[in-house]
């Protein structure tokens, strides 16, 4: 049966010491924050270090939580300034290097037919987010995962509401580019 | 138009997104993370408790402390003075048990008044103005100075201005006493100055009965004498016994 309790009154519970209403909050969010990450990073070993941090960052964040804030747009930004984090450790723009499709599950290619061509689609799909300029993938995937507005979105990186409607105009075009000619030509 | 297309490009897109792109975390991964939540949350429990219970422990503790105490003494016995706020000691607590009410606060207003007199007696010589209360305090005052029951001693607090009263009552006592031999001189006379005389002379009281004597002679310079106590003490005026 699903809980009644919103997102803010179950962390706030959390923060007070309620360790189910964190197993609550955490069924609801550990596929999108999983999903974001591994999708910025399309390094699964990256994503769960990254994943891991965030959980912990919003642990340790209980107490400063209030009920304004709103849980799924402050785990996000946590989620986002992680990423920021990683980034700037890491010293250049990401891209794709052939890494991302090296880090496939090492069964996929030992799956029955439909599933390997499951395993590809999503392979295409991270190569393409991979071609994407970060601010455009970003926005995409900010969009998708936390069901972000475009104000929110624009908040978050520090730029206007029509620059994040442009990002993300450009971004579904380049994806659509991409994953158009078939999977042979995105994986290419 | 361009932006219906690119609207129908973005669900298309999405949807390929949603179904291409689900992964989850792994079940490793999970537990960590509960854990993680577990431990914050057993971590909080015992600073969030601390202020109610030791509340509550302080309370208890004082409660207990009291009944105890209430419990050790017995119902005949009053509270120990530590508990009960001090309170000065009236002589009806020194009154036998047998006495009425009544009779307690009209001895105890006696007394009251008596001690004040005495101290007022002891500033002014005269003695005639203060004759009838003071006289009213001498059954009072002599009943004080009984010896008490060994138990209602016993169950008394020890005060500490029981000397001091002890020695105010006994002058008193003695300026009652002299109170009432001038009474006598004033106003015995006739039968009762005769016989008064008469059973001084046999008790061999000579001098005080010639005090007497003096005395009533100044109040009446008239009066008749009978003949024996004539012949025992002489006449006042003849200057012989």
Partial sequence: ?188 | MNERSHDKQTRELQALYREAGDVEPETGLDRIVRARADQASRDRRPAGRLPWLGGLVTASVAIIAIAVVLQQTPPGKPIPESLVPPAPAEPEAFMAPSMGAQSQQEVSADATRARSETRAKEEDSSLQTHRAPAREALPEAAAERRPRPAAQAEAEPAAPSTEAEDSALERITITGSRLGNADRAVLKSGGDLIETLRELIEAERIDEAHRLLDEAIEHDPGLDLPEDIEQALGRPDSGSP
């Fill in chain 1, 1 to 188: 049966m699903t809980d009644p309790r919103t997102d803010d009154d179950l962390m706030l519970a959390f923060a007070r010491g309620a360790s189910d209403a964190f197993e609550v909050l955490y069924e609801r969010y550990r596929k999108p924050l999983y999903r974001y990450l591994y999708h910025a990073v399309s390094d699964k070993a990256v994503a769960d270090d990254l994943y891991q941090d965030v959980w912990s960052r919003i642990i340790d964040a209980r107490e400063r939580f209030r009920r304004g804030n709103g849980f799924k747009r402050w785990a996000f930004r946590i989620a986002h300034n992680r990423l920021v984090d990683h980034w700037r450790a890491l010293g250049r723009q990401p891209g794709l290097d052939g890494d991302g499709l090296a880090n496939l599950p090492g069964d996929a290619r030992h799956t029955p037919d439909a599933a390997m061509e499951r395993d590809q689609q999503a392979g295409q799909l991270r190569a393409a987010l991979m071609q994407l300029p970060r601010e455009q993938r970003e926005a995409f995937l900010l969009q998708q995962e936390a069901g972000l507005s475009l104000a929110d979105i624009a908040e978050r990186g520090g730029v206007g509401r029509e620059t994040v409607k442009s990002r993300l105009r450009y971004a579904v075009g380049k994806l659509r580019g991409i994953l158009e000619p078939g999977p042979e030509a995105a994986g290419k």
